[in-house]
């Protein structure tokens, strides 16, 4: 299907439809090309003459300097992982130290069902490794395509994970389109690249096992999916040998070597119950089937179900999956294994047959050769398992002391850690340790209920420019949580300041506002030399079909990390938690109700053409200057300035209305003075009628009205019968 074809099924919003100019022929006239230059802030239009070669020039400038807005979250909003279903997924995962890696090349590759029942239906970490963003798909939503689209697949990739549980990584390649061969890929993308972004994957994850999407054989199709199964085995053996891309231990990463490694396979390949037709089958006893259409009573719904829901995020490349019920299930084969002293039997049940993924397990796995943190292991795991026993969704409260001896117990264990001299069994423990640490909290928090939300006053912010932020905790009971130290962190060489006395703009009134159980107020100024949100891996050129990342770049992630992030202590039953929150921008849209922004730092001129595109012949060109007329939008930046001006002016506007209705109604009553007299006369009338007539006094037409027009002796006789009849109805 072709490129066309494709934007005849999009659902094209309006925004792209304004923007698409249809192309017109080049003028045959020698004139010079013409740049229209239109402010939206000051209204003025002017006309620069530029030459060919100066307008190219400056084409190139705007398209690589000025990349398309992105957000850094998705708008996605995941119902498990707040209230009691998030309290209960949360004690689930404290339960086991499970992690799995899942390596395929595209964002529509993933098992999407097998992802959702290993991170939410037994609370393993599960992380998904996409080689490349997917630039060479189509776009059944909009016009974007190559880098754009690949932003826009990026985000859609962040909506399925916060369904379905996994967390998301990618490497630097660029999707170039399809490609029958491995040797095309390999060709194109520079193989000792790639494989340092798996490996950094592994060692910034890592994962106890791998399961890679694609076996790298021409059975893959694509010659992308046959490079990313060719590739998976060799990061699954280089990330724990240290000889391997020594430039990332220099940087902090340590070795990190998987203890299992699978490939996806058909699960009916599976022994079902240790007998059947593969019972002989040595390929079908290392096949393990994970059974994924199981009901879940805390999901209210089948992992299949939910990964089906993910899965529908694929909204550019129609991959949107009826949510089936039932029995449904995922396979993978067993390929390769390191030896442990804890094997399993050689019939594969599970992917972690054979590995120890309890709590108490993290000093076999860490390979400590003491017993030193064996009695503040067995404790914590306790906490956990009486979290989980004691938990009743309807009174959360149950859980928090198991938690917060839970977290007292880890803390303490990571204390005990540094007793221990084997550094790198040192360095895994305390990694696995820490990770049980944010969990523990993480689950505090779930079970208290309590909530910060970070909001500044704009979107966007420029260099130099000045930015207001409210920082409100939420802790619906005071006596079991407390909130101790609010902090804002920002870019780097910004300065913040508090606002003290806060505003008053969170007091009840009329219009709800939120009432926070503690709240504070900052200003924070960006430095000049703040650098622009923007996609990072787009920040320079690309190198062939690899993109070039700087060493500070949050190399392998999905988007940089918050400008902008809030900060809250918290103390529970003596210890401490900190919660962290993105500075958000928040408004109303009349359809789509509240919409949330992270805050971004951009120009403060935004430029973009009109038309996009230009087609001019090189005939015509080498003759000399063509005329061509361009509009060029400017769009400044509000600046904090403005913005004040703008809300005092608002309320200014709403004051003097205010007024206005307050001098409408006091003059109202002397207006009106002969009717409410009237009114008066008419209620003491009905008071005097005869008991029968019980009516309504001021029902609108019909008999009883007749009945009370005949029987009423106090009319006023200055009135008409009109007159008399609407003032009853304004009554």
Same mark, same amino acid.
């Given at each position: 299907m072709n490129i066309e074809t494709h934007r005849r099924d999009a659902e094209i919003t309006q925004r792209n439809a304004e923007t698409r100019t249809p192309l017109k022929p080049p003028r045959t006239s020698a004139s010079p090309l013409r740049l229209r230059v239109e402010s939206y802030s000051h209204r003025r239009s002017a006309r620069r003459s530029l030459s060919f070669f100066k307008l190219a020039l400056a084409l190139s400038l705007l398209v690589t300097t000025l990349p398309p807005t992105i957000k850094t979250r998705a708008q996605v909003r995941a119902s498990y992982d707040e209230g009691a279903v998030g309290?209960?997924?949360?004690?689930?995962?404290?339960?086991?130290?499970?992690?799995?890696?899942?390596?395929?090349?595209?964002?529509?590759?993933?098992?999407?069902?097998?992802?959702?029942?290993?991170?939410?239906?037994?609370?393993?970490?599960?992380? !998904?490794? #996409?080689? &490349?963003?997917?630039?060479?798909?189509? *776009?059944?939503? @909009? /016009?974007?395509?190559? $880098? %754009?689209?690949?932003?826009?697949?990026?985000?859609?990739?962040?909506?399925?994970?916060?369904?379905?549980?996994?967390?998301?990584?990618?490497?630097?390649?660029?999707?170039?389109?399809?490609?029958?061969?491995?040797?095309?890929?390999?060709?194109?993308?520079?193989?000792?690249?790639?494989?340092?972004?798996?490996?950094?994957?592994?060692?910034?994850?890592?994962?106890?096992?791998?399961?890679?999407?694609?076996?790298?054989?021409?059975?893959?199709?694509h010659g992308q999916h046959q490079y990313a199964g060719y590739l998976a085995p060799k990061a699954f053996r280089a990330a724990g040998d240290p000889a391997e891309f020594p430039e990332q231990i220099a940087e902090?990463?340590?070795?990190?070597?998987?203890?299992?490694? !699978?490939? #996806?396979? &058909?699960?009916?390949?599976?022994?079902? *119950?240790?007998? @059947? /037709?593969?019972?002989? $089958? %040595?390929?079908?006893?290392?096949?393990?089937?994970?059974?994924?259409?199981?009901?879940?009573?805390?999901?209210?719904?089948?992992?299949?179900?939910?990964?089906?829901?993910?899965?529908?995020?694929?909204?550019?490349?129609?991959?949107?999956?009826?949510?089936?019920?039932?029995?449904?299930?995922?396979?993978?084969?067993?390929?390769e294994r390191v030896p442990t002293p804890f094997q399993a039997s050689p019939r594969e049940q599970t992917i972690f047959d054979g590995l120890d993924t309890s709590i108490r397990g993290i000093a076999r796995v860490a390979g400590l050769k003491d017993d030193s943190l064996n009695r503040d292991l067995q404790e914590i795991q306790t906490d956990a398992a009486t979290a989980l026993e004691r938990f009743v969704a309807d009174d959360p409260r149950t859980v928090l002391a198991a938690l917060t001896a839970g977290l007292a117990h880890t803390r303490q264990a990571l204390r005990d850690l540094n007793q221990v001299k084997d550094e790198a069994a040192r360095d895994a423990a305390g990694f696995m340790l820490e990770d049980k640490e944010h969990e523990f909290g993480e689950a505090l928090r779930l079970a208290l209920g309590v909530r910060v939300d970070a909001l500044a006053d704009s979107e966007t912010v420029g260099r130099g420019d000045s930015l207001g932020i409210v920082i409100r905790a939420y802790v619906p009971d005071e006596r079991l949580a407390q909130v101790d130290m609010m902090r804002l962190r920002g870019l780097q060489n910004s300065k913040i300041e508090p606002i003290i006395p806060a505003p008053k703009t969170n007091e009840p009134s009329q219009f709800g506002r939120e009432r926070a159980t503690r709240e504070s107020y900052f200003r924070i100024s960006i430095p000049e030399t703040a650098e622009f949100t923007q996609p990072y891996w787009l920040k320079h050129d690309r190198k062939g079909d690899l993109y070039e990342w700087d060493k500070n770049d949050p190399q392998t992630l999905p988007f940089a990390r918050p400008p902008f992030v809030a900060e809250v202590d918290v103390k529970i039953g003596g210890e401490r938690i900190t919660i962290e929150q993105p500075v958000e921008y928040r408004y109303l849209d009349d359809v789509r109700g509240e919409v949330r922004r992270e805050v971004n730092v951009v120009p403060e001129i935004d430029v973009q053409l009109t038309p996009a595109l230009v087609v001019v012949p090189r005939v015509q060109a080498a003759r000399g200057a063509l005329e061509e007329e361009f509009t060029v939008p400017l769009r400044r930046a509000r600046r904090a300035r403005d913005r004040q001006a703008a809300r005092a002016r608002a309320r200014e506007c709403c004051a003097r209305r205010v007024q206005a209705r307050r001098e409408r109604r006091r003059d109202l009553p002397s207006a009106n003075a002969p009717r409410r007299r009237a009114l008066l006369r008419l209620r003491r009338a009905h008071r005097e009628l005869p008991a029968h007539t019980d009516a309504p006094l001021l029902r609108r037409g019909g008999r009883r009205s007749a009945r009370l027009r005949s029987t009423s002796r106090a009319r006023p006789r200055r009135l008409r019968d009109g007159q008399r009849r609407r003032s009853a109805r304004r009554h």
């Open positions: 309290l209960g997924l949360a004690l689930r995962r404290l339960q086991t130290t499970a992690s799995v890696l899942h390596v395929a090349a595209h964002p529509d590759d993933e098992d999407s069902a097998l992802i959702a029942e290993l991170a939410r239906g037994q609370g393993a970490r599960v992380g !998904y490794l #996409s080689l &490349n963003r997917g630039e060479g798909g189509q *776009n059944r939503i @909009g /016009a974007e395509l190559f $880098d %754009a689209l690949g932003v826009i697949r990026t985000e859609e990739l962040l909506q399925a994970r916060r369904l379905d549980g996994g967390e998301q990584f990618f490497a630097r390649t660029y999707d170039f389109g399809f490609t029958k061969t491995l040797a095309e890929s390999r060709q194109r993308w520079d193989e000792r690249e790639v494989l340092a972004d798996m490996v950094r994957v592994i060692r910034l994850f890592r994962p106890l096992v791998i399961v890679s999407r694609w076996q790298g054989t021409p059975a893959d199709g902090g990463l340590r070795p990190w070597q998987p203890l299992k490694f !699978y490939v #996806s396979a &058909n699960p009916n390949l599976a022994r079902a *119950n240790n007998s @059947g /037709a593969n019972a002989n $089958d %040595a390929n079908a006893q290392q096949v393990a089937k994970i059974e994924t259409g199981d009901y879940d009573p805390l999901l209210g719904r089948s992992a299949y179900e939910l990964a089906m829901e993910g899965r529908s995020q694929h909204k550019s490349q129609g991959e949107g999956g009826l949510q089936l019920k039932g029995e449904q299930s995922s396979g993978a084969r067993l390929v």
